[in-house]
Structures are given as C-alpha cells and as structure tokens.
C-alpha cells in the first residue's frame, strides 16, 4: 500500500510540474504587446511594396511595429502612392503585414500581406494584394488625442490601437 501512495504522490508531482510548465510557456506566448521603438522597428519595416501590380516605396517615418508576442509583429505603414492610378490611391494607404493569426476590430485576419486603407466611413479597409477588399471594420475615434500622426500604434488595454490620425482600430493576438 505504502509503494502505491509513493507511486500515486510522484504521478501528482510530476502533473503538477507538468501543468506549472505548460502555463508558463502560454504565458509568454500571450506577452503584453510591445511598440518597437522607431530605430528597432526601421530593421523590419520594408523600404517598399507590392500592391496591385505596382510597387511603391515605404514611408517610413510613418510606419509602426507591434510585437504581440515572442516572434510575433504587425507591421504597418504609410506608402508614397503618388504613382498608383486615382482608383487605387484612392482606397489604398499603405500595408499590413502580419507573422501570424490577429484579431483585428473583432475579426479573424490570416497571416500574410495586406494593402490598408481608413475610409471617410468610419472604416479600416483591409485588402489582399490584387486589391481585392477582404475585410473591412468599424474604427473608433480618440476624441482625447492630443496630436495625431498619420500613422502609429499604441498600447490599449485590450490590444494594440491601429492609428491614422485620430480614428484607430484594435489589433489583438489570436
């Protein structure tokens, strides 16, 4: 009987340790979301991007890196479309690009490459890179901002606030 409760007390141990594990490792995998400081987020950013059949260069004073867990970023930012036809300018602003499954403004956005673009509407539009729309959501707009930049990230209690200028969506890892 003695050797069963040895038996029984190292199995609960050894589950316990196990279980203690396991929630450490979700908890870094679900980290505080972290805004890269501009110099560390200029390493990431690319200097250009494809969209819709055109390439236009990155303007990367506006652009924003968001680490949202360990090997983790949203990466976004402002592009020069002076080149791009009236049709296409007019709804795209720059990319988004995601190394993993997000949340964005309550919807499920897939890993990849996206074209962006905040409507008149009220709306941050995402587009897949023909420039076909593939989601678009309701933004907020942060009456309390002091200065708005055309684009930027800040941290928020329930994600990372996605900004052009004063209206924002949130981006929250999945």
Known sequence: ??????????????????????AAVKAQEKAAPEILAETAAARIVPTSFYFAGQSAPTQVRNSAVARLGKDRHVIAGMVDTSGYSTEISDKYEGFFITDSPIVIGGKELATGAYGFGFSSAGKLRIFDLSGAEIMSVETANDKEMKRPRPLMMSIAADGVRFYKGKNYAIIAAK
């Open 1 to 22: 009987m003695i050797f069963k409760r040895q038996n029984l007390v190292s199995f609960l141990m050894l589950f316990a340790l196990l279980f203690a594990a396991s």
